[in-house]
């Protein structure tokens, strides 16, 4: 391939002016971001108080105490000890349901 080829090559390319990221900004916002738990689960937030659960990953379970902005769970098995005891999570966490209260 010859320079002028590689050149013409070059100068091709769209360029992405301002007013074409803030309408393909809007676009992609219009109607919001929205996320659902994974195929058998659950958020922390749609569960009822005492329910017992386990993370998404199958290494940690507790028990929901409280959802408001945050999840106020009791870690009661976990790999890492540290984890143990009283946490607050997020409340769009992803959970499967063990027991139901």
Partial sequence: ?????????????????P????NLTKKALK????????KGCVY???LNV???????????RGVLI???HDAHVIITKSHDKDELGKKYISAETSVKEITKV
């Fill in 44 to 46: 922390l937030k749609d």
């Fill in 66 to 68: 409280s959802c408001e």
């Fill in 31 to 38: 109607n919001g971001f929205k996320s659902a738990p994974s």
């Fill in 1 to 17: 391939m010859s320079n002028k080829a590689k050149n013409q090559e070059l100068t091709t390319r769209q360029s992405v002016t």
């Fill in 19 to 22: 007013a074409k990221i803030r």
């Fill in 50 to 60: 005492g329910s017992l659960f386990q993370i998404e990953n199958g290494s940690t």
